[in-house]
């Protein structure tokens, strides 16, 4: 059987008693249907893990006391950013979900040209950013990480640029296939909206000496290229950096 993992905001340390939050008290009450005694794993997105036990379950608090604490190499040895044009609703989300579990350090939604979301008051990306930090800190339960992603503010194309080595993506073109891309030479990837880069961004690109890959001939969805190249590169630094 699973033990159940679960991101807490307490230092992970032996000895350590705490609370789960109202959310996770009401997952091990009422869908695990745990009892004092049994077994969980806490993280605090340090890298440390806790083993631990339920040392008591009360009406609206679940509390648990840390036995043994852990440091696991699980995290991918390229410490890898991701850079999203915003999208719509539940695609942003999948790809928040599925680019936490093979183990990007932060995602940055980007704002492009043509891209089709806007925040018109920081109360907007506010709610927005809850959510997002929610579903990464389940995937990130779900996948055994210990850490949790960076969820960045939105940022435009300009300030992206700055941050680095930068990788940004097209579709049909000549440019090198990322798998061809040395991993030295990546520290963040840029997938930009459902309509592609625009004729004013393609120049920022040239003008900044992006590096540019090709992820083919088909044409995928933002958020399918963001995961697909996210998980291409990740696996290529299990197999190269082990």
């Not at 339920?54 to 043994?68: A, G, L, N, Q």
Request: proline fraction near 7%; aromatic fraction near 4%.
């Amino acid at each position: 059987m699973t033990i159940p993992r679960f991101f807490v905001q307490s230092p992970v340390a032996v000895g350590q008693a705490a609370a789960l939050d109202p959310e996770q008290t009401r997952q091990v009450r009422n869908t695990l249907r745990m009892r004092t005694g049994d077994a969980l794993v806490v993280f605090d997105g340090s890298g440390r893990e806790g083993h631990a036990q339920v040392s008591s379950m009360r009406k609206d608090s679940v509390e648990y006391t840390v036995i043994r604490v852990d440091t696991p190499r699980r995290e991918p040895p390229l410490a890898l950013d991701v850079a999203l044009a915003v999208l719509r609703g539940e695609r942003f989300e999948l790809a928040v979900q599925k680019l936490t579990e093979v183990g990007v350090r932060s995602i940055i939604p980007l704002l492009t040209e043509r891209t089709v979301v806007s925040f018109e008051a920081a109360a907007d990306w506010e709610r927005r950013a809850a959510r997002l930090q929610r579903i990464a800190r389940e995937a990130a339960e779900q996948s055994e990480r210990v850490t949790l992603p960076h969820i960045a503010a939105p940022l435009p194309l300009p300030d992206v640029l700055t941050r680095g080595a930068i990788t940004c993506l097209v579709e049909r073109d000549t440019a090198p296939p990322l798998a061809s891309i040395p991993l030295a030479e990546v520290t963040t990837i840029a997938i930009g909206p459902e309509g592609g880069w625009s004729p004013r961004e393609r120049a920022l690109l040239r003008a900044a000496d992006v590096q540019i890959a090709s992820m083919g001939n088909l044409v995928l969805r933002a958020e399918t290229a963001a995961i697909v190249a996210a998980g291409t590169l990740l696996q290529r630094a299990w197999h190269e950096f082990r």
